[in-house]
């Protein structure tokens, strides 16, 4: 039963209006919606309504006022039939009884710490109510909410509030909510509670006073501080970076503490896991508020890509998604420091991202069948997504993109959109044909580009030959070349960027080359010197590069390279290579010394006190484990990887010993802790010191870090060091652990901290550690930031752990799966989708999670959620 995007049908009928009155009660809320519906004129004629539900019952039916004979319709758990309904426009009113408290899945109306909340996207909002909930069906919704004044003395819902008061007679009170803006039930939401809030003025550019609330857990109102700065920033920068202003008198926020993900945008009404708003000095590290502050953005953002206009159905889910996750990243550039945004969006692009595209999870940007759609929030939809805008934005330049955006905004405001809609603006707006580029929508997996480069010295010419490959994915055996925008520039022997003059007589526009062949070769003319190609800046295309640069031409990149992303990602590389080999090497039984010229570009890196701290942070910092992992592809080793990632951190740290310290020292900081990007810099740097200082095992190197841990007034500072101690220094760990557990026990949010490191120590104690954890009184198979932060850090950055050899930690995260999966599905099949690159494994550890998810697939009843990432791994 897949859903496929070719059998897509507009609704057969629409709903203008919708009417909810909902009695909140802990375990029998009363939901009564009164709904105008019409043929749809586009839709099939005569048609039944067909109403979708999820594990509802039926109160009470009228249709026009009048209750409608038994066998005039039929009403299971998961629709709602009538069967010959008249072929006008007419009202339901549907009466259906819903328990919030034993709502475990999150999904439609549920509590979380006694508040009730709601999630409706995907498809929650048919746990509330009897609804066409597919995203084009879009309506106008009035809402009344009453509750018991006591219990819930804060009503919520989406749009401007229009009354409110007591229930005479009674202990209740009510609120109406409207929302004059159409929108599809996904959007829907309601809060009712008793929350605490901050309140700020916004004044929109046209001069519209707006209300701005974040609600929270009582006595947590002074936490809410940061995310309502990085709110006010977000409504400013729409407006001067895309023209978009806010459309209501209120917008209001509200953190809960139980949310299967990061936050949702629904209209006028955002709801965040309290993970992405609340913050403190004492409580949430540089990390957290720099997440904070692109979330705030983020759902912010959706208020016109995805909500004014909202896609046609959950195929189009980048439509909003990958577009809105640009727009973000775009405003913590121009808030922070644009290149250091820009490295560590392409780590996360290439660490979750890459390895979706390489293993059997893969599937296209916008896909083109689901089973579950929930299993579709993924990097690709959203990173690879975001990436796809912004080469759009690389090959239309500035101008082309804001006039195709303004174009999309002004053609489709009010629309369920599709992705051809969204480029139909873009090539209309530059006069450019967009149907090659669109394969990037359609064809999954990460495109290979292999480049050299040939330099005649007697021609002062230099050529590039560049091929394109894209290896088969499930579904897809054959693959078609892509459009490829290769930002680049030829470095000369002096540092400085050569002019880039194509013997053609064009000039390579931009410093971009359009790649759209399979073979491809470009010359340069006036090539007085050989350059070093500085290829893929900016990391222009989302694509592994294969450029055959020399270790040395490198070196010279990480020195020279006016394009900061390629700094960095020079040393990056040479790093990389040499993880490569040295773990085939430490497999072969003789390890392999670490690389002079990567000590030599780190040093020079870390002298240089021209660059920003947090660049030079991010340089110190190695590829993770998994990414070599990637890098190697099939056959891996954990272990191995493990022991030459450890193998070059000592090695570093012992090389890079005075400069380290040096620059330990020069950037501590004086005074209260402060948020800022530059702050947040001098932090990072210094505690990636401190962790190259560690690894080396040396008593000062430990000393240090126990010294940072104890003086820390900050939780950066004091989270960072006890990484360190956790990871490096086992002796002085555990006293170090509970201590900082006996501070913040009490804050699940720091708990939340604790428990992922302890998950990702890489030795083999840690399976039991977590095992313990789980029955530590402080976690919960309830709330999904506990299960992520024990069990997913375990099994998506533990690779050492995780892949045991001896099969425990597969094992481990398998019954994890089975176990959450009766509770909480969503959490489920996104833990399980750990395994996505069980396929690459050396044959012992492949065997062993074949095992474990042949064990998860042979459990009956399980939900549909995991169900599908089961079967999609083994396939
Ligand atoms: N639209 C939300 C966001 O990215 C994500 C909500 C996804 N929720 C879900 N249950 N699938 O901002
Ligand atoms: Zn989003």
Not at 476 to 490: F, S, T
Not at 839 to 852: I, N, Q, Y
Request: net charge negative; proline share 6%; glycine share 6%.
């Amino acid at each position: 039963q897949p859903v496929r995007l070719s059998d897509y049908r507009p609704p057969d009928w629409l709903v203008d209006t919708v009417h909810l009155d909902v009695r909140l009660h802990p375990t029998a809320t009363r939901i009564l919606a009164r709904l105008a519906l019409r043929p749809n004129p586009e839709g099939r004629e005569g048609s039944p309504i067909v109403l979708d539900g999820d594990e509802l019952s039926l109160k009470s039916l009228t249709l026009d006022g009048t209750p409608l004979a038994g066998n005039a319709y039929v009403a299971t758990a998961s629709a709602l039939t009538v069967l010959a309904p008249p072929q006008r426009a007419l009202t339901l009113e549907i009466e259906t009884v819903v328990d919030p408290s034993a709502n475990t899945k999150l999904m439609g109306l549920y509590r979380s710490s006694g508040a009730y909340c709601t999630q409706c996207e995907a498809e929650g909002f048919r746990r509330i109510t009897y609804f066409p909930d597919r995203p084009d069906v879009l309506a106008v919704y009035t809402v009344r909410i009453e509750a018991e004044r006591e219990e819930a003395p804060v009503l919520l819902a989406n749009g401007n509030p229009v009354e409110s008061g007591p229930v005479e007679g009674t202990s209740r009170h009510y609120a109406v909510w409207h929302d004059p803006w159409p929108k599809p039930s996904y959007l829907f939401a309601l809060v009712g509670g008793r929350l605490e809030r901050i309140v700020e003025e916004f004044v929109t550019a046209s001069g519209r006073k707006v209300e701005l609330g974040i609600y929270v857990e009582p006595g947590k109102a002074g936490r809410a501080g940061y995310a309502m700065d990085a709110l006010r920033r977000s409504l400013r920068w729409d407006e001067e970076a895309f023209g978009r202003e806010y459309d209501l008198d209120v917008f209001n926020i509200v953190a809960v503490a139980d949310f299967n993900m990061g936050a949702m945008e629904n209209k006028g009404l955002n709801v965040f896991n309290d993970k992405y708003v609340l913050a403190s000095p004492e409580t949430a590290t540089d990390a957290d508020y720099a997440n904070i502050e692109a979330i705030i953005a983020h759902e912010y953002f959706h208020n016109w890509t995805g909500n004014r206009i909202t896609c046609r159905d959950w195929f189009q889910l980048c439509l909003k998604e990958g577009l809105t996750v640009f727009r973000d990243q775009e405003f913590s550039s121009d808030q922070r420091s644009r290149a250091v945004k820009r490295i560590a969006d392409v780590r996360l692009l290439k660490s979750h991202q890459f390895p979706e595209d390489a293993g059997p999870l893969a599937h296209p940007v916008r896909p083109d069948t689901y089973r579950e759609i929930n299993n579709f929030y993924t990097a690709t939809v959203y990173e690879k997504g975001a990436e796809v805008v912004r080469m759009l934005k690389t090959l239309l330049g500035e101008d082309g993109f804001r006039s195709g955006m303004d174009l999309y905004f002004e053609r489709h405001d009010g629309d369920a959109a599709t992705v051809e809609d969204f480029l139909a603006c873009f090539a209309a707006a530059a006069g450019t044909d967009l149907s090659q580029f669109a394969l990037w929508y359609a064809q999954s997996g990460t495109p290979q580009l292999t480049v050299s480069g040939h330099w005649d010295a007697s021609a002062r010419s230099f050529r590039l030959d560049v091929e394109q490959t894209l290896a088969p994915t499930p579904g897809q055996d054959e693959k078609r070349p892509m459009v490829i925008p290769l930002a680049l520039g030829l470095v000369g022997p002096d540092g400085r960027d050569m002019p880039l003059l194509l013997d053609d007589g064009t000039n390579a526009g931009r410093g971009v080359l359009t790649i759209t062949q399979p073979r491809q070769s470009f010359v340069f003319r006036d090539v007085e010197h050989r350059p070093v190609p500085s290829l893929n800046r900016g990391f222009s295309a989302p694509v592994k590069l294969v450029s055959g640069l020399t270790t040395e031409d490198l070196v010279f990149l990480a020195r020279h390279d006016a394009d900061p992303f390629n700094r960095f990602d020079a040393g990056q590389s040479i790093a990389l290579a040499h993880l490569v080999e040295a773990t085939a090497a430490h497999r072969a039984g003789h390890p392999l010394p670490a690389p002079d010229a990567l000590v030599a570009a780190l040093g020079a890196t870390l002298g240089d006190a021209s660059l920003d701290p947090a660049f030079v942070a991010q340089a110190l910092s190695l590829p993770s484990e998994s990414d070599v992992a990637r890098e190697i592809g099939g056959d891996v080793d954990p272990d191995a990887i493990h022991a030459a990632r450890l193998a070059l951190r000592r090695a570093l740290g012992e090389a890079l010993a005075p400069a380290l310290e040096e620059a330990y020292a020069r950037h501590a900081l004086a005074g209260p802790y402060s948020p800022d990007a530059a702050s947040a810099g001098r932090r990072a740097l210094r505690n990636a010191g401190l962790d190259l200082l560690a690894a080396t095992g040396s008593a000062e190197g430990v000393a240090r870090a126990l010294a940072h841990f104890e003086r820390a007034d900050n939780m950066t500072d004091r989270f960072h060091a006890l990484s360190v101690l956790a990871h490096n220094a086992p002796l002085a760990r555990e006293a170090a652990l509970s201590a900082f557990y006996e501070r913040f026990r009490d804050d699940p949010l720091v708990v939340d901290k604790w428990l992922a490191l302890q998950a990702q120590i890489a030795e083999p104690g840690t399976l039991e550690r977590v095992r313990a954890l789980a029955a530590h009184p402080t976690f919960s198979w309830g709330n999904p930031n506990r299960v992520r932060s024990l069990i997913g850090s375990f099994a998506s950055i533990n690779q050492t752990q995780f892949h045991r050899a001896d099969g425990a930690g597969h094992d481990f995260v398998a019954e994890a799966v089975l176990e959450l999966d009766g509770r909480n599905p969503q959490v489920a099949a996104r833990l399980l989708a750990a395994f996505k690159s069980w396929r690459a494994l050396e044959p012992v550890r492949r065997s062993s999670a074949e095992r474990a998810l042949r064990r998860v697939a042979a459990r009956e009843g399980l939900s549909p959620d995991v169900a599908d990432i089961v079967s999609r791994s083994l396939d």
